[in-house]
């Protein structure tokens, strides 16, 4: 399953980054990351509604109930397809704070493949793991 997601979420086309407007005199000075931010917890959000439809289907499978089954994998793919707008901005946006540095490298690990004892399932997997937790400067665990 999730490598089909990863091939939905790798046909992303690119985005143009979005510029930072200069704070007006006088008014507090916007954080450079917002709009990073806000894509992170968007695409969080999606990610944890696909976590948690696909195992709402392999209860159904093992119930027996392929209607729900169904149902639920319809969920996913809407889930996944509505992760492409944020993660275009994610790609796409340079993160200038720690916040955002953080933020980013969690949306990575979530593309992160692991195998049943949570080791990376090929060198590109850790690469992308290793990149992730050198960007929050902090250990980093890939997401169910």
Not at 51 to 60: D, L, R, V
Not at 111 to 126: K, R, Y
Request: proline share 7%.
């Amino acid at each position: 399953m999730k490598a089909a997601r990863r091939s939905l979420l790798g046909s992303v086309a690119a985005l143009a980054a979005v510029p930072v407007v200069p704070a007006s005199a006088g008014a507090a000075a916007p954080n450079p990351d917002a709009t990073l931010l806000e894509a992170c917890a968007q695409y969080m959000a999606r990610e944890a509604e696909w976590n948690a439809s696909f195992e709402k289907q392999c209860a159904a499978e093992e119930a027996e109930d392929k209607a729900e089954a169904d149902r639920q994998h319809h969920v996913q793919v809407e889930a996944a397809s509505a992760q492409h707008a944020p993660l275009n901005v994610v790609i796409n946006t340079p993160a200038l704070t720690p916040a955002g540095k953080v933020a980013k490298a969690e949306v990575a690990m979530t593309l992160v493949q692991t195998n049943l004892a949570g080791e990376a399932l090929s060198a590109e997997d850790a690469l992308l793991w290793s990149l992730a937790e050198d960007l929050a400067g902090k250990p980093l665990e890939p997401h169910p």
